[in-house]
């Protein structure tokens, strides 16, 4: 049983560049959630991907974008890059929604916007 | 609204010391309550979760918390730290919408003295 793998784990984008980070769910799992962890705090919650419909969005702008595909992998993208931007981004995956089934986390990409 | 808090930013101890990281949450119903472990470049692992019952939860690694409803807390501890126990803990609420998303606390840093 594969985990969570995330791609790429490092990155480095210019201020107003765009940017995507793809997720690979573990096999059986068909929800993606995907966290904004900046440097010193906690993870924050983007939004979460349910048999590819977006199932709630934390307080993040439109420029946040994510898609889920029929293998249950995703994408986050984020468009108009900002200095705040940098930070871990983890995605986790769960067989239900949510904690509920049980999240699996990846080890995250690290964004750095320059 | 729900939060999460980790008063203790850094702690350290010596290794073979007992262990209690503190954790506070804000929540009006029984909350969902969990333990995560980072260590660097590494995603979330869960030690322990808590939904309901026994107050007093047994988790990997040797690790056990205690839900205390009259003080909003849910305390790690650990009676004998090692020094691979040196890491990132955060406490986290799960929410009961319909995302079933985590709230985080910033995180307790552990550092283990030899």
């Known amino acids: 049983e594969t985990g969570v793998t995330q791609s790429p784990t490092h990155l480095i984008k210019t201020r107003g560049q765009q940017v995507t980070l793809r997720c690979s769910s573990q096999?059986?799992?068909?929800?993606v959630s995907w966290y904004q962890q900046a440097l010193g705090q906690g993870p924050q919650f983007i939004f979460q991907y349910y048999r590819e419909e977006e199932n709630g969005r934390g307080n993040f702008p439109p420029r946040f974008s994510g898609l889920q595909f029929p293998n249950y992998s995703s994408e986050l993208n984020v468009n108009a890059l900002e200095l705040d931007d940098s930070a871990l981004y983890l995605c986790?995956?769960?067989?239900?929604?949510?904690?509920?089934?049980?999240?699996?986390f990846g080890s995250g990409t690290r964004l750095t916007v320059v | 609204a729900q939060s999460v808090t980790q008063p203790d930013i850094h702690i350290t101890v010596s290794e073979g010391a007992s262990l209690e990281l503190r954790c506070n949450y804000s929540y009006g119903a029984t909350p969902y309550l969990f333990w995560y472990v980072q260590s660097p470049g590494q995603g979330l692992q869960l030690l322990l979760k808590y939904f309901s019952g026994d107050t007093l939860v047994q988790g990997i690694k040797g690790f056990e918390a205690e839900f205390k409803r009259s003080q909003s807390s849910f305390n790690l501890r650990k009676p004998s730290v090692h020094w691979s126990d040196a890491a990132e803990y955060f406490c986290a609420v799960g929410t009961m919408d319909s995302s079933y998303k985590l709230i985080f606390g910033s995180g307790t840093r552990l550092l283990v003295r030899p």
């Open positions: 096999s059986g799992h068909n929800t």
């Open positions: 986790a995956s769960s067989s239900d929604r949510g904690y509920v089934g049980g999240y699996t």
